[in-house]
């Protein structure tokens, strides 16, 4: 099972942009939650934003209120809408899925994608 992550550029100060991320085609798999982390140069990797599959979301407190995390747990599917772009937004993001049912505890990762907030 591979996660994509997509959406990932160069973008301005105050800017948008949107990251996907889908389960590769085929797959069983269901997910408990998905979320996107990211993680800074020279920085710990850090949770961004996570929902679940029963509707729940929870932010870092640096993001609330500028990203909207949302999930399609049919389709395996995750977005990050990221609003008013910081440059320390800055960073590879990486999605993550929980596993349930027989995947339950286990987690996949998407390979990242870079964005860059910078005039």
């Known amino acids: 099972v591979q996660l994509q992550a997509s959406g990932g550029g160069l973008v301005q100060p105050g800017g948008s942009l949107t990251l996907s991320c889908t389960a590769s085609?085929?797959?069983?798999?269901?997910?408990?939650?998905m979320g996107w982390y990211r993680q800074a140069p020279g920085k710990e990797r850090e949770l961004v934003a996570v929902?679940?599959?029963?509707?729940?979301?929870n932010y870092a407190d640096s993001v609330e209120h500028r990203f909207t995390i949302s999930g399609d747990f049919v389709k395996n599917t995750v977005y990050l809408q990221m609003n008013s772009l910081k440059p320390e937004d800055t960073a590879a993001y990486y999605c993550?899925?929980?596993?349930?049912?027989?995947?339950?505890?286990?987690?996949?990762w998407g390979q990242g994608t870079l964005v860059t907030v910078s005039s």
């Open positions: 929902t679940s599959s029963g509707g729940r979301t």
């Open positions: 085609a085929g797959t069983r798999l269901t997910f408990l939650t």
């Open positions: 993550k899925g929980e596993g349930s049912g027989d995947y339950y505890g286990s987690d996949f």
